[in-house]
């Protein structure tokens, strides 16, 4: 219980140095996964970039405890390191067995930027994903990236009616950030704004309206 108190206190104080984030590194590699857990979470707390603080946490993606797993992909997308060795090792989480550790992973390449082919490729798979969750991410993350192409519009368009409220929102979301106007995409978006869902009904008007599709939504 001692290493775990620590552990979170130290990520708690907000307190970078030297001396602190040495006294964390060792702790991520602790018999304990709570402790591994609460060690990884406190480096992404504290922000230490640095390439041992790096270096130490890339080996616990691939930890046996998807807890771990999970707040070790947080932290470095946190740290903002989005160098090739860290993304190619964020990149097979977006295919855990763990929706959760999916998610994490999903969000840390967001915060890192990067869009890469094969980024894309696994998170338009990541549409399909059984969990709902995992398909909320995936389409926020294809919208924060940027990538308008035609395969990444019509991966997303069927999202615009998925069983979950929240995907679809976040798949309009996503479309206006990619500033897509195409004709497919508008005539989703018109019908979206008789979602049963006050919230995917407001992202769709304001959708629109960045669109341009202004007149049709006074008629």
């Known amino acids: 219980m001692v290493r775990y108190s620590a552990a979170e206190a130290l990520g708690n104080l907000g307190n970078d140095s030297e001396p602190v984030v040495q006294a964390l590194l060792p702790l991520l590699q602790d018999e304990k996964p709570g402790v591994r857990h609460y060690a990884a979470e406190a480096l992404g707390k504290l922000g230490n970039g640095s390439e041992p603080?790096?270096?130490?946490?890339?080996?616990?993606l691939q930890d046996e405890k998807p807890g771990v797993r999970h707040y070790a992909a947080e932290a470095l997308g946190k740290l903002g390191n989005g160098s090739e060795p860290v993304v190619q090792a964020l990149l097979p989480l977006l295919q855990d067995e763990d929706s959760l550790v999916r998610d994490f992973a999903a969000e840390a390449l967001v915060k890192?930027?990067?869009?890469?082919?094969?980024?894309?490729?696994?998170?338009?798979?990541l549409l399909l994903d059984e969990d709902s969750s995992v398909r909320y991410s995936a389409a926020q993350v294809l919208g924060n990236l940027g990538?308008?192409?035609?395969?990444?519009?019509?991966?997303?368009?069927p999202l615009l009616q998925d069983e979950d409220s929240l995907v679809r929102y976040s798949a309009a979301e996503a479309l206006v950030k990619l500033g897509n106007g195409s004709e497919p995409v508008?005539?989703?978006?018109?019908?979206?704004?008789?979602?049963?869902?006050?919230w995917v009904r407001d992202s769709a008007?304001?959708?629109l309206?960045?669109?341009?599709?202004?007149s049709k939504l006074e008629k």
């Open 209 to 214: 309206k960045k669109l341009g599709i202004n």
């Open 205 to 207: 008007a304001e959708a």
């Open 112 to 125: 890192l930027g990067n869009g890469s082919e094969p980024v894309v490729q696994v998170l338009l798979a």
């Open 186 to 198: 508008v005539q989703v978006l018109l019908a979206l704004l008789l979602d049963e869902d006050l």
């Open 53 to 60: 603080v790096v270096q130490a946490l890339l080996p616990l």
């Open 147 to 157: 990538n308008d192409s035609e395969p990444v519009v019509q991966a997303l368009l």
